[in-house]
T-cell receptor, first 115, second 114 residues
Framework: AQSVTQLGSHVSVSEGALVLLRCNYSSSVPPYLFWYVQYPNQGLQLLLKYTSAATLVKGINGFEAEFKKSETSFHLTKPSAHMSDAAEYFCAVSDHQGGSEKLVFGKGMKLTVNP | KAGVTQTPRYLIKTRGQQVTLSCSPI?????VSWYQQTPGQGLQFLFEYFSETQRNKGNFPGRFSGRQFSNSRSEMNVSTLELGDSALYLC?????????????FGPGTRLLVL
């Protein structure tokens, strides 16, 4: 079965600092991995995804993530945080066996950006 | 192109009542999935439908049910509501499941059970 671990629930960075959100996964099949962002009172918006192409994936708003099979990781980074990045971030793995697109989410990480 | 729409956006119900939530996917998307989001349990998968057939079901009691219509619109129903059913219910759509396609989420329906 697929699972995702996001250690911790909150991270705080200064504006302009590096953002690093960690995600480790477990999957019995080659994984499809996703990062979603959720702003208050809104749904989820896809930041980026990995579906077995390039291991370094670039997404929207300057975010990128690197798939590392040996470490079963898919950490999200952004070189310079902006105030507008304050939101909750979810890592997810797709249970795509049998033609399903069920997403298994991590617990989420709330990002605070300090001026 | 219009995004995923969910109605209603907010609902207040009392214990024991039932509720029906609606989701209209993006035009051309034939797969709809539902998720429950709570502070304690996070995001949990409820169901997945494709071409009016339930493809997958999460670990929820039988009080939770769903269906998909021929126009791909989907509804989910919760009967005999409990306080713990208070949550944000999110719907997502994509064209074809199982291929790593991006799932697009709606804004959610926030259900409060009193």
């Amino acid at each position: 079965a697929q699972s995702v671990t996001q250690l911790g629930s909150h991270v705080s960075v200064s504006e302009g600092a590096l953002v690093l959100l960690r995600c480790n996964y477990s999957s019995s099949v080659p994984p499809y991995l996703f990062w979603y962002v959720q702003y208050p009172n809104q749904g989820l918006q896809l930041l980026l995804k990995y579906t077995s192409a390039a291991t370094l994936v670039k997404g929207i708003n300057g975010f990128e993530a690197e798939f590392k099979k040996s470490e079963t990781s898919f950490h999200l980074t952004k070189p310079s945080a902006h105030m507008s990045d304050a939101a909750e971030y979810f890592c997810a793995v797709s249970d795509h066996q049998g033609g399903s697109e069920k997403l298994v989410f991590g617990k989420g990480m709330k990002l605070t950006v300090n001026p | 192109k219009a995004g995923v729409t969910q109605t209603p956006r907010y609902l207040i119900k009392t214990r024991g009542q039932q509720v029906t939530l609606s989701c209209s996917p993006i035009s051309g998307h034939r797969s709809v999935s539902w998720y429950q989001q709570t502070p304690g349990q996070g995001l949990q998968f409820l169901f997945e439908y494709f071409s009016e057939t339930q493809r997958n079901k999460g670990n929820f009691p039988g009080r939770f049910s769903g269906r998909q219509f021929s126009n791909s619109r989907s509804e989910m129903n919760v009967s005999t509501l409990e306080l713990g059913d208070s949550a944000l219910y999110l719907c997502a759509s994509c064209r074809y499941p199982g291929t790593g396609e991006t799932q697009y989420f709606g804004p959610g329906t926030r259900l409060l059970v009193l």
